[in-house]
């Protein structure tokens, strides 16, 4: 673990050789799954076996002395859905209280809820009361029980904060309007709150009162009016919010929408958001802000220099494309070296913009088809080994770990097939909620998995296990979270396009990870000056239930697979 700056300069030889599939525990293909369109079984790198041991172990090993204490995966929960504790078929603060020990165990750190306040709409981003806890989830006591039996746990809990716009039923829109139309300028006013215009114009919804028409902006949907965050009495209102969910406990703030505080003004929304930060760091200093921006990658990187601590990593998500995505580079589609130098030059960017700054890496979320759509079996597995061996603060939707489907169909507008019920166990339907949009039948054709968490922990080597194992690898190297990245793997770019090798470091420790992404087993020689280099391995994540082996510099690691190192003199 100790870090030994020489090495920083690593040079590896690889050599990756086929093994006809015997890396495959599940006798598909060589571990390919057949009815994926992306499958490439025809693209065998040598035809040179190279022979490990069958992992005999019946499940997962665990590191019993690693817990989440110092985890840094967060998990996101869209709390209609998630757990019902009352059995009205919705779910609520209560269930996701009663599944905490859960939580915990799966080794997570923070729980991000999607929006509790009150909303008329069902996905909640259009918030009535910043100040209260919708009724369908709970009380304001519910939620702080929450809190504190998370914090029991090792567990912090972050809250959707949608400052882009509120719900035209809030009452700072009603009175804004009122104001607006009555031209009150008297001190109390709220007729600047939100933007207004007596004509139309693009991004605006028209209003009527008292016979007279007026516009607003609202730049989602006629029902989210955007709010005027250039108002000195709107950004004392946002801090009010921050402090008194500060003051109650919370870990920190999702941030929605970040992009379009000032639409198509990356400079002011960097202004807000820097103001924001600070706003916070003066309620709490430990206060932790992740944000959407759903962008580019020099967008995202760009954003760090407002001074938020995280920012979700689109472009390696389900809908990434290119040399970052992650969904690719399980499949063995993208090159490693490639794949591991867009991470490496994502890290240093984010940090030069902010020296503390972590990404936040994820594979999909609310607004997404479900990862399920695109990695299942041992891809899956393998997607889960490399995003949440990144540095960072990554985050994994509720569901990801049990296989959760979900895609959105052509013409639908709404995401509802995105946020569809955990599924808790195969028989015991306890705690399962209805379909989120509960007047759509449609919902109910939606081809579902069976077998649920509690049933996955108990199968050996399911997916809820391997979640656990990856999980109880990181936390067990917590310096992860802050660590820098280094790609190895572009070195060998020509011999080895699909084993993806890089090390993460600080002044005190250092590890090198390989992921194995292709169908077959490898063999992988590390040297360093022409000489092999003293190394040996830490931990593995066997996905395909083969052993590695390290001797005299040459490692073997089954498809699929990861291999934790350590590196010394």
């Not at 790198?45 to 002395?65: A, Q, R």
């Not at 490898?522 to 996905?543: E, P, Q, W």
């Amino acid at each position: 673990m100790k870090r030994n700056p020489l090495i920083l300069s690593l040079f590896a030889i690889f050599s990756l050789v086929s093994c006809s599939g015997s890396g495959n525990n599940n006798g598909n293909n060589g571990g390919c799954d057949p009815d994926d369109m992306f499958c490439d079984n025809n693209n065998k790198e040598d035809e040179t076996k190279v022979e490990l041991k069958d992992d005999t172990n019946p499940n997962y090993v665990f590191d019993k002395n690693v817990d989440n204490k110092n985890a840094s995966v967060n998990y996101e929960i869209f709390v209609r859905s998630f757990y019902d504790s009352n059995g009205d078929g919705t779910g609520d603060l209560n269930g996701v209280d009663f599944k905490l020990d859960y939580l915990k165990d799966l080794g997570v750190k923070n729980l991000w809820l999607m929006p509790i306040n009150p909303s008329p709409s069902y996905h909640g981003y259009d918030i009535s009361d910043y100040y209260k806890i919708h009724p369908s989830f709970g009380t304001l006591d519910d939620f702080k029980k929450l809190v504190k039996d998370a914090k029991d746990r090792n567990m912090g809990i972050l809250i959707d904060l949608v400052l882009n716009h509120s719900s035209t039923k809030n009452e700072w829109f009603i009175q804004s309007a009122k104001d607006y139309f009555n031209n009150n300028t008297e001190k109390g006013s709220k007729k600047d709150w939100y933007n207004w215009s007596d004509k139309s114009i693009s991004g605006y919804a028209s209003y009527s009162y008292n016979g007279k028409t007026a516009y607003y902006e609202a730049r989602f949907d006629s029902g989210m009016p955007d709010l005027n965050l250039d108002n000195e009495e709107v950004r004392n209102e946002i801090k009010n919010i921050c402090k008194f969910y500060l003051d109650m406990g919370v870990a920190g703030f999702r941030l929605d929408a970040c992009l379009y505080y000032y639409t198509g003004n990356n400079a002011k929304n960097i202004e807000f958001l820097s103001w924001l930060k600070k706003t916070c760091n003066e309620i709490n200093p430990s206060s932790y802000i992740v944000g959407e921006t759903w962008s580019d990658q020099k967008t995202i990187e760009s954003y760090y220099s407002s001074g938020i601590d995280s920012f979700f990593f689109f472009p390696s998500s389900n809908n990434g494309t290119g040399n970052g995505s992650i969904i690719s580079m399980a499949k063995g589609l993208t090159n490693a070296s490639s794949f591991g130098a867009y991470i490496e030059d994502t890290e240093k960017s984010i940090k030069e913009n902010n020296p503390k700054a972590r990404n936040s890496y994820f594979l999909s979320n609310h607004d997404t088809d479900r990862i399920s759509n695109n990695l299942y079996g041992i891809n899956a597995k393998i997607g889960a080994n490399i995003t949440y061996l990144l540095p960072g603060t990554p985050f994994m939707y509720y569901g990801e770990e049990i296989g959760l489907r979900g895609v959105r169909k052509e013409n639908d507008q709404s995401d509802a097939r995105r946020r569809l019920p955990m599924i808790w166990s195969k028989t015991d339907k306890t705690g399962e909620c209805k379909f989120p949009e509960a007047h759509r039948q449609d919902l109910n054709n939606t081809a579902q998995v069976d077998a649920g968490a509690s049933d996955l922990l108990n199968e050996n080597y399911s997916l809820v296990n391997h979640y656990k194992k990856v999980l109880n690898v990181r936390n067990k190297y917590s310096f992860i979270e802050n660590a820098s990245f280094k790609d190895l793997s572009s070195i060998v770019f020509k011999e080895n396009p699909k084993v993806l090798v890089y090390e993460l470091f600080d002044d005190n420790n250092k590890i090198i990870v390989v992921h194995n992404c292709s169908d077959s087993n490898a063999k992988v020689t590390l040297k360093s000056n022409d000489k092999n280099l003293n190394t040996k391995i830490l931990d593995s994540i066997n996905t395909t239930k083969k052993v590695p082996e390290f001797n005299d510099g040459t490692l073997k690691i089954g498809a699929k697979s990861t291999v934790i190192l350590d590196v010394n003199d």
